[in-house]
């Protein structure tokens, strides 16, 4: 499976970005989706993630309310809304999918997008 995310940007505080992963080369139905971020100096953390067959999301405490994560099973893509963005929200952003079911932890997954940078200025 080959993973594309596009979308990131700058955007002032308060503002709204969407990010895409569009992925390739496997059956995309066999595996769920997540997005992680990575700021500067700080490890990959977990954002958001969704069971591609029925479409339960699990969301980080620091962004729940904030993001909303999708999918277009027709189009093998997978998208994260962000509104009310903060400066803490920027970080590289990382889709990643897993034939093992979502978790937090980004050892759980098998394939990993090459990352969109977010920057969100105050």
């Known amino acids: 499976v080959q993973l594309q995310a596009s979308g990131g940007g700058l955007v002032q505080a308060g503002g709204s970005l969407r990010l895409s992963c569009a992925a390739s080369?496997?059956?995309?139905?066999?595996?769920?989706m997540a997005w992680f971020r990575q700021a500067p100096g700080k490890e990959r953390e977990f954002v958001a993630a969704?069971?591609?067959?029925?479409?339960?999301?699990r969301y980080s405490e620091s962004v729940k309310g904030r993001f909303t994560i999708s999918r277009d099973n027709a189009k093998n893509t997978v998208y994260l809304q962000m509104n009310s963005l903060k400066s803490e929200d920027t970080a590289v952003y990382y889709c990643?999918?897993?034939?093992?079911?979502?978790?937090?932890?980004?050892?759980?997954?098998?394939?990993w997008g090459q990352g969109t940078l977010v920057t969100v200025s105050s």
């Open positions: 969704i069971v591609w067959i029925n479409g339960y999301t």
């Open positions: 080369g496997g059956t995309f139905s066999n595996h769920d």
């Open positions: 990643a999918a897993t034939d093992w079911g979502i978790d937090v932890s980004a050892r759980k997954y098998d394939y």
